[in-house]
């Protein structure tokens, strides 16, 4: 494995815009797939780090989509696979992220692990959509069951208008690649190689700490209401703390880009977010489903309080869509004058994908 070039790469601003429900919005479903043997550990652990700037790869399409993100850890078929289903609520998915180890050894069943992607999750139906596979690991794609060989399972993905993408780690081998690049072929996805380091470029930027501060005050905007309320703000925080601890304030600050962004919606335990659903009727919530500070309100009072927090949000939002661009120039100009590439990193893989698939799909 070669040393992991330990420095941040762009959390990239992503659009402030509120959540744009309607037909108009488009679907973005992305499945990541990983190997999970030993040798794997540092691209886990690079997605880890890289995820928000993921998420703010989809937030920059216009309009802004709907995306919902699933996961798979994967062995052989004999032994446990981490199976995540597709989801919105994407402090879930981080959650579920952060519990993938390397666990696995012996084979690694690829073709296995895509028809469990391509069966068990639940794809999105709509014609205006983007279904993506991540298949994502190292050696040979072909290992398993003759049953289950790529060769079989990609072309189901195929059926259902589902993208399969393949990312080798590892140094070239022309042997290994050559699966990898058919896998990626059979079902019109791209093939990208990375380093098993996850070639992550880090760079630190004097608007971290800002971008660190307003994130901060981002969370006081929050008003939890319902059953889920509680879990749902504590869930936030302990997706913040997280972050911190895996790749420190450049994580954090493209983290705060991508829940300044519209693919980023709370609405089914924050009252600011649900104001804006078309369906939500304030009226029908419990007073002891309120937040305390809310229990004793009026009608009128609380339906301001929920505006005020709404223009507060707003406008910390924008603060951090400006400070995310300033950044996002900083990281430009310090990767030029290193002489630093970004391009076998496993983020820019998945970027550089979904920017051209998204470009295709969406726009029809």
Not at 295 to 313: C, G, N, V
Not at 318 to 341: F, G, H, P, T
Request: charged share 30%; net charge neutral.
């Amino acid at each position: 494995m070669k040393p992991m070039i330990v420095m941040a790469l762009l959390g990239l601003c992503a659009s402030p815009l509120l959540a744009q429900d309607g037909p108009q919005r488009g679907k973005v479903d992305v499945v990541f797939c990983v190997d999970r043997s030993g040798s794997m550990e540092r691209v886990i652990e690079t997605a880890k780090r890289k995820i928000w700037t993921i998420v703010n790869e989809v937030a920059q399409q216009k309009p802004t989509p709907v995306l919902r993100i699933g996961l798979i850890g994967y062995g052989s078929a004999d032994k446990d696979i981490k199976f995540f289903p597709l989801s919105t609520d994407l402090d879930k998915v981080y959650e579920n992220l952060t519990t993938f180890r390397c666990d696995m050894g012996g084979d690694e069943w690829v073709g296995w692990a895509l028809l469990q992607a391509v069966e068990r999750m639940e794809w999105s139906t709509e014609r205006r959509s983007l279904k993506m596979i991540f298949m994502v690991g190292n050696e040979t794609a072909m290992q398993g069951t003759e049953a289950n060989f790529y060769t079989k399972t990609a072309p189901q993905a195929l059926k259902k208008d589902i993208t399969v993408n393949a990312i080798y780690c590892g140094k070239p081998n022309p042997e290994e690649e050559k699966t990898w690049r058919e896998l990626a072929a059979l079902s019109d996805g791209m093939y990208s190689q990375i380093d098993l380091s996850g070639g992550e470029v880090t760079i630190q930027t004097p608007q971290d700490k800002v971008l660190v501060e307003l994130n901060q005050k981002l969370n006081k905007t929050y008003l939890p209401f319902g059953r889920h309320g509680a879990e749902g703000k504590d869930k936030l925080e302990e997706a913040d703390r997280k972050t911190a601890g895996a790749g420190a304030a450049p994580s954090v600050a493209a983290r705060a880009a991508a829940k300044a962004s519209a693919v980023y919606n709370n609405a089914a335990w924050d009252l600011v977010d649900a104001s804006k659903e078309e369906k939500f009727d304030l009226k029908s919530v419990k007073t002891e489903d309120l937040p305390k500070e809310m229990q004793s309100m009026t009608p009128e009072e609380r339906k301001a309080h929920i505006e005020k927090a709404l223009k507060e949000r707003e406008a910390i939002q924008k603060e951090i869509a400006k400070v995310s661009a300033e950044r996002a120039k900083v990281i430009d100009a310090e990767m030029k004058k290193q002489n630093l590439s970004a391009d076998a990193s496993f983020d820019q893989a998945v970027r550089r994908t979904i920017q051209e698939q998204a470009a295709k799909q969406l726009n029809k």
